[in-house]
């Protein structure tokens, strides 16, 4: 079974400023996918950024890249220029390569609640 | 395109009733996957249905729990006899096939039992 870890239960960072999210996964799959979600007070689940484990070049998107170390198993996000509207729970999320017996479900970490101040 | 869509967006049921929570994917998405999230946790997979078909349902509690995805309407996942246990939030997913690994997550349900 695969597991995800996310070991910092909350984070603060200045407006402006640069934080990262750390995110462990367990799989001996070699073929899946990485997702970092955004749960703001909402409750509504956005997604941020995705990563397929056969591309060694990190994904980024706008502010949010990631430092994608397979031989690690690990998984961080980073914000860059943090704003106010950042603040949020942020997942780590796992899936198997879809289409296999996984059929494509999520597999979460615990979340990592993230405060930006003025 | 609306995204996906969920209602109630709040539901409280007293322990003993039962609790149906609905959910409309996206259009033209035939996948719809059900996620609950305890307070204070990450959200954990229940099931995986595509049109008139549950097709993994491994993490669904054995008993008083089930869900369906007719040919026509929405989505349904239905808790008899609920109790305080249950009290959670409830998120739909859907996508339009289960080999493109996107998943558009609606607003989820918040069920409270008294």
């Known amino acids: 079974a695969q597991t995800v870890t996310q070991s910092q239960p909350e984070m603060s960072v200045q407006e402006a400023e640069t934080v990262t999210l750390s995110c462990t996964y367990d799989?001996?799959?070699?073929?899946?996918?990485l997702f970092w979600y955004k749960q703001p007070p909402s409750r509504q689940m956005i997604l941020v950024i995705r990563?397929?484990?056969?591309?060694?070049q990190n994904a980024t998107e706008n502010r949010f890249s990631v430092n994608f170390q397979k031989a690690a198993k690990s998984f961080s996000l980073k914000i860059s220029d943090s704003q106010l509207g950042d603040t949020a729970m942020y997942f780590c999320?796992?899936?198997?390569?879809?289409?296999?017996?996984?059929?494509?479900?999520?597999?979460f970490g615990q979340g990592t609640i993230l405060t930006v101040h003025p | 395109n609306a995204g996906v869509m969920q209602n109630p967006r709040h539901l409280v049921r007293r322990r003993g009733q039962e609790a149906r929570l609905r959910c409309s994917p996206m259009?033209?998405?035939?996948?719809v996957y059900w996620y609950r999230q305890l307070p204070e946790e990450g959200l954990k997979f229940m099931v995986y249905?595509?049109?008139?078909?549950?097709?993994?349902e491994s993490g669904m509690p054995k008993e008083r729990f089930s869900a369906e995805f007719p040919k026509e309407g929405p989505s349904i996942l239905r808790i008899q006899q609920v109790v305080r246990g249950d009290s959670a939030a409830y998120f739909c997913?859907?996508?339009?096939?289960?080999?493109?690994?996107?998943?558009?997550f609606g607003p989820g349900t918040r069920l409270t039992v008294t």
């Open positions: 999320a796992f899936t198997l390569n879809a289409g296999g017996t996984s059929y494509g479900k999520l597999t």
């Open positions: 799989t001996s799959e070699s073929n899946y996918y």
């Open positions: 990563q397929e484990a056969y591309k060694q």
């Open positions: 259009k033209g998405h035939s996948h």
């Open positions: 249905l595509q049109k008139e078909n549950i097709i993994d």
């Open positions: 997913a859907s996508s339009p096939s289960n080999w493109l690994n996107e998943q558009y």
